[in-house]
Structure formats: C-alpha cells, structure tokens
T-cell receptor, first 110, second 113 residues
Framework: SQQGEEDPQALSIQEGENATMNCSYK?????LQWYRQNSGRGLVHLIL?????REKHSGRLRVTLDTSKKSSSLLITASRAADTASYFC??????????FGTGTQLKVEL | DGGITQSPKYLFRKEGQNVTLSCEQN?????MYWYRQDPGQGLRLIYY???????QKGDIAEGYSVSREKKESFPLTVTSAQKNPTAFYLC????????????FGDGTRLSIL
C-alpha cells in the first residue's frame, strides 16, 4: 500500500501563480522527500526534510512538515510553464528505501 | 558527467521471453534500486541492493530477478513469469548514510508484442 498520498491529484494554474501540493502519510518517518518527474523521464530530487525540521526552502520551493498531522506540503511560488510536471512525495521510514505517493500532476499555463 | 544510465530506452517483449534491462551508475553509490511505474501511478519497489553481491525483494518482486556483481551495475530481468510486464521501469542509486536522496535514470519503457 502507498505510504504517501498526494492531494490534489491534478492542479492547473496560470503562470505566475503559486502552486501548493500536499502529502499525507501513515507511519513515523526519518525524512520526507519531494521529487519532480517530467513526462517520460526519471525523477529529480527537489528537497529532503528531516523529521525534526518544520520548514525548508530551496529557491522558489518551500516545504513544510507537520509530524503531528503526518503531512507535508510543497509550495512552488511564481510558477513557470517549465514547472509543468508530476510531483511525488516519498517517505523514508528506515531500511534504506523509500515509499512513494501517487503524485500530483501540475500544469502551468501561459 | 556523473549519473545513471538506463538502456534501452524502449524494449519490446514477446510472449514467453525473458528480457534484461540495464542500469549503470558512475556515482560510486553503494545502494541501487529498481522501481516499476504504471500510467498515472507512483513508483513501486521491485528489488534493491545495498551492497555488491547482496539484494532484497521489494514490494512487487514476483516475476523479476536481479544481480549485483559489480558496484556500478544492477541489471533487472523481467521473466516470462511476469504476466503484466508493460510499464515504465526506473533505476535509482543512493550514497550510504542517513538522510540521502535517490538519483534516478531516465527509465526504460517495456511493452508486450
């Protein structure tokens, strides 16, 4: 079964707007990671947030983690057409392996 | 240029045939992983290896086999026992230590003839 579930499944916004994606998970984690996947390509790592961290930034990306609610959010500010992709959260619960969610498909329109 | 190379990009399998997907990395990573991705879905773990000559089953190992004879290479064989092999297959690697991300290849798309 999937450990992480992203919400929404699909999101369509205009260029320049902000995009927010959420991830919920079921068990305690060591860290949570966000990845991007362009159509037909492999995944690219975006941000890793540890279980003792609450917020992390990288360029236009902001990730929050609420371990009490077992949830995380990814915010992309000032979105661009090039941000169009699928975004996945993945949880590390130990054992050197990740469990991926089902993804959010983001479309940024000009 | 360091990275992970998967080949071929597209592969077709006939009924009853075994096929092998290649995954090579020059990142000097200890751990390597194989995932299966079906349309509109997330990734499911097939097999993973944390060190040379050792590997473990993931969540959907039935119908697949792997080997890890070299640190750089982790080939995946899709056997004839895998009745629904059509999918996008992704290989990843990771350095040792906690709180490390995985690095992915660009995938192999396998289809049935």
């Amino acid at each position: 079964s999937q450990q992480g579930e992203e919400d929404p499944q699909a999101l369509s916004i205009q260029e320049g707007e902000n995009a927010t994606m959420n991830c919920s998970y079921k068990t305690s984690i060591n860290n949570l990671q966000w990845y991007r996947q362009n159509s037909g390509r492999g995944l690219v790592h975006l941000i890793l947030i540890r279980s003792n961290e609450r917020e992390k930034h990288s360029g236009r990306l902001r990730v929050t983690l609420d371990t009490s609610k077992k949830s995380s959010s990814l915010l992309i500010t000032a979105s661009r057409a090039a941000d169009t992709a699928s975004y996945f959260c993945a949880t590390d619960i130990g054992g050197n392996k990740l469990t991926f969610g089902t993804g959010t498909q983001l479309k940024v329109e000009l | 240029d360091g990275g992970i190379t998967q080949s071929p990009k597209y592969l077709f399998r006939k009924e009853g045939q075994n096929v092998t997907l290649s995954c090579e990395q020059n990142l000097n990573h200890d751990a390597m992983y194989w995932y299966r991705q079906d349309p509109g879905q997330g990734l499911r773990l097939i097999y993973y290896s944390q060190i040379v000559n050792d590997f473990q089953k993931g969540d959907i190992a039935e119908g697949y086999s792997v080997s890890r004879e070299k640190k750089e290479s982790f080939p995946l064989t899709v056997t004839s026992a895998q009745k629904n092999p059509t999918a996008f297959y992704l290989c990843a690697s990771r350095t040792s230590g906690s709180n490390q991300p995985q690095h992915f290849g660009d995938g192999t798309r396998l289809s049935i003839l």
